[in-house]
């Protein structure tokens, strides 16, 4: 690869977040990010402005395939053909590395040990700082691991999206456990409404299943239109769906109140 080459690699991974260039030579350049642990590995192809892509240290090559199955050239590497396509790829590496598997609860020990050494006035302030910073780190992993779009819609408008706990904040026995990206999904607010609460959760296969409160009337009048579906489900999500579906999840008419 020629310095322009390489600069425009670099300049695409500064965008997406990879800002750092472990190294750049004409046979690879190499980019990590202080925010996250993943490498991105970009070599040349026989094509011109035709790149191959290993990450070497995530993000889980799974979800990535699953995002862009079209780059995949099997194993950890893919495919760019491009700086748009480069872009793409790189931004959605980085999202995912930022979200999986525990970034948001390896930030959160880090800050609350920083914490620690000048806590708040009282236990009471501290508990609500706490949990106000820790549901700030869960909803930027829900975000980058969503894509910024609701996990059922797509609707991708910052502001109607919640970040949603299957197991919520205050029944999780552990920290890693309230941050884990994969205890909750990125919904629109008025399905964020009907998850929370326990009137809606998800089968095994991400399919929406409604409390029987919710008769057809009420469920046109919130313009839902059944089935609706995740966009898409892991086995990692698995645990936490079946402890909504077995704690929360209200599956008789008359109303529970907790």
């Known amino acids: 690869m020629n310095s322009l080459e390489r600069t425009l690699i670099e300049k695409a991974g500064y965008a997406h977040g990879w800002e750092n260039v472990r190294e750049s030579t004409v046979e690879r350049v190499i980019m990590f990010s202080a925010r996250h642990k993943a490498e991105a590995h970009v070599t040349p192809n026989e094509t011109n402005l035709v790149w191959l892509v290993e990450f070497p240290k995530g993000p889980p090559t799974a979800e990535l395939v699953r995002s862009l199955p079209s780059l995949h050239q099997g194993g950890n590497t893919f495919q760019a053909g491009g700086e748009a396509s480069l872009g793409c790829l790189l931004r959605r ?31 009471e302030v501290l508990a609500l700082v706490k949990q106000r910073r820790g549901q700030e780190l869960f909803r930027k992993a829900q975000m980058d691991y969503w894509g910024g779009a609701c996990a059922i819609t797509g609707i991708d408008v910052p502001e109607l999206l ?3 706990h299957a197991k919520p904040w205050a029944r999780c026995e552990t920290d890693q456990e309230r941050l884990n990206a994969f205890n909750g999904f990125l919904l629109c ?62 599956k008789n008419k008359s109303p529970e109140y907790s």
């Not at 979200?99 to 236990?123: D, F, H, R």
């Not at 964020?192 to 959760?201: H, K, P, R």
């Open 162 to 164: 919640r970040a949603s």
């Open 189 to 250: 607010s008025h399905i964020d409404a009907l998850f929370d609460c326990g009137l809606m959760t998800f089968d095994e296969l991400g399919t929406a299943v409604f409390s029987p409160r919710l008769d057809i009337e009420i469920l046109t009048r919130l313009a839902i239109n059944q089935p609706i579906k995740l966009r898409w489900l892991t086995a990692e999500h698995s645990p936490f769906l079946a402890w909504h579906r077995e704690n929360l999840f209200q």
């Open 93 to 123: 590496a980085a999202e995912l590395a930022m979200s999986l598997p525990n970034q948001a609860a390896e930030q959160y020990a880090v800050e609350i040990a920083k914490l620690g050494a000048n806590p708040p006035s009282t236990t």
